[in-house]
């Protein structure tokens, strides 16, 4: 059983009711006391922490550091940029290159079904025997 206005342990016999008297309940000196070690502790964790974070803060930077060739951070950037400007010179150089051999090899197309269609005239001609009058048309000897 424990008493509703402050949690504590509440004995009930037939000689005495009240209060767990063995309950340790601390003065307020020991309070104080007990408080200002826990802010120490507090401080040191702190303290503690912020040395921690400095010091992974600097390994981060010196690894930041060093993938600049040399320290130069300026010639890192260029070397990026004329990176970036040699795969877009190389986009350009592809897609102009699609683009031209696919207006050449239509045209190339083109120019291989006019042949294989004269050919095809032509050996049709042959076979009908109409090979002197072919000749004569196309300006060739027989």
């Not at 350009?92 to 239509?106: D, M, P, S, V």
């Not at 045209?107 to 000749?135: D, Q, R």
Request: charged share 25%; with cysteine; net charge negative.
């Amino acid at each position: 059983m424990t008493m509703e206005s402050t949690g504590l342990p509440w004995i009930v016999t037939g000689s005495y009711e009240g209060p767990e008297r063995r309950v340790y309940v601390p003065t307020p000196k020991q309070v104080q006391a007990q408080l200002e070690l826990l802010e120490h502790d507090i401080k040191e964790m702190f303290a503690a922490h912020e040395e921690r974070e400095k010091s992974w803060f600097e390994q981060f930077r010196e690894e930041c550091n060093s993938a600049y060739p040399n320290g130069d951070r300026r010639g890192h950037c260029e070397a990026h940029e004329a990176m970036i400007a040699a795969k877009r010179a190389e986009e350009e150089f592809y897609t102009a290159a699609k683009t031209e051999f696919t207006r050449r090899g239509i045209a190339g197309l083109f120019a291989l079904i006019k042949w294989a269609l004269i050919l095809l005239l032509l050996s049709l001609a042959y076979k009908l025997g109409l090979g002197p009058v072919m000749a004569k048309l196309l300006g060739v000897a027989p």
